[in-house]
C-alpha cells in the first residue's frame, strides 16, 4: 500500500519552483538561437531604426517638396492669424505696444522667409566634376569619386556634399511674438457671458419639437439677435484658431528648440553632426593611448561661430538681417588649428 502526503503549505514554493525552471529553460533556448557576443545597445537601436532609414532614404525625394508646402502653410496661417486677431488686441490695448510688436515681428518674418527661401533654393555644395582635384583625400565608396576634407557622401542626394552635416526635411525654426498672451485671454475669459434672458426648454423631443417664437418681436431686436448670433459665432472661430496657432507655435518651439540646441553645441565645438561621431571614436581611441584627441577645426566657441555665421571681416548687420554672403572658404581646403591664424 503506498501512502500519499498532501500538503497545502508546500504547493506555491512547489509551483513557483516549476515556474523558475521554465523560465531558465527560455532564457536558455532564447540566447542559443539569437545570442551575439557582438550585441550592444547601439545595434539594438539601429535594427530598430533601420525601417525608418529605409523609408528616408526611398521617400525623402517625393516628401520633400511636400513638406516645404506645409511649412510654406502653417507659417502663411500664423501670420493670417498674428494681422487677424492680435493686430486689433494689441492696437485697442496699446498702441505703442502694437508698434513695438510690428517692428519686431515683420523683421522675424523677413529673416524667416528668407533664409528658408535661401535654403530651400541654394545648393549645399558638391565637389568640382570634370575635373582633378588635388585636395581630395580619399575616394568616395559609393560614387568612386575623389573626395575632399570632411566630404561625406549623402544617400538621400545620391552624391557627395561639401562639409556635409545630415539630409533634412524641414530647415525653418518660426516662432511668432503674437498669440501667448491673447490666447489666455481669449481661451480663458475673466466674465462668462450672461445667461439673462436665455430661453428654458423642457420638451427637447424630436416627435414633438419645442421652438421658440420670435414673432412678438419688432424687426430691430430680430436684427439685434442676429447680430450677437453672428459675433458669438466670429468670437468662436477666433478661440479656434488662438488654439490651433498656439498649438502649432508650442509643438515647432519645442521640437525644433532642442533641434537648434543640439546643433548649437555642434557649431560652439567645430564639428558637424558626422564629424561628432568621428570625433567620439577618436577621443576614445586616443584616451586608450593615454593621449588627449583634439577636434582640428575646433578654434574655439567665438571664432567656431564667427566661421558659422561667416562673418569673419564683415560685421553683425549681415546676421540681423537679411544677406547673401556666402561661408568662409571654398568647401575644398579647411584651415585647422595646426595652420595660420584665419583672418
Known sequence: MVRIKWSLTKAPNILKLNLKQKWWRLQIITKSLFYNEFLNWSYVCDILLEPMFWFVENFTACLGPVFVVMVSLLTASIVYIAYYIGLPYWWEKSPLMTIILLVIGNWLLVNVCFHYYMGVNVPA????????????????????????????????????????????????????????????????????????GHPVRINNSEIIPMTESLDHLSEEELAEIAKKAADTNIKEWKRRLIVFAALICVATFAALGALTWWHA?????????????????????????????????????RQNWKLFLGIIGRNWWYVLFPSTHGPYGDGLTWKTIHDTKIS
Open 125 to 196: 555644395g558638391y565637389p568640382p566634376e570634370g575635373g582633378l582635384i588635388p585636395e581630395a583625400v580619399s575616394i568616395c565608396k559609393k560614387c568612386i569619386k575623389p573626395k575632399p576634407p570632411r566630404t561625406h557622401h549623402c544617400s538621400v542626394c545620391n552624391r557627395c556634399i561639401l562639409k556635409m552635416d545630415h539630409h533634412c526635411l524641414l530647415g525653418i525654426l518660426f516662432i511668432m511674438l503674437f498669440g501667448v498672451e491673447i490666447a489666455y485671454q481669449e481661451f480663458f475669459p475673466a466674465q462668462e457671458p450672461e445667461l439673462d
Open 265 to 301: 553645441g555642434l557649431i560652439t565645438r567645430g564639428e558637424t553632426s558626422i564629424e561628432a561621431r568621428i570625433n567620439s571614436t577618436e577621443t576614445q581611441k586616443y584616451k586608450i593611448l593615454g593621449k588627449i584627441y583634439q577636434n582640428p577645426y575646433n578654434f574655439g566657441p
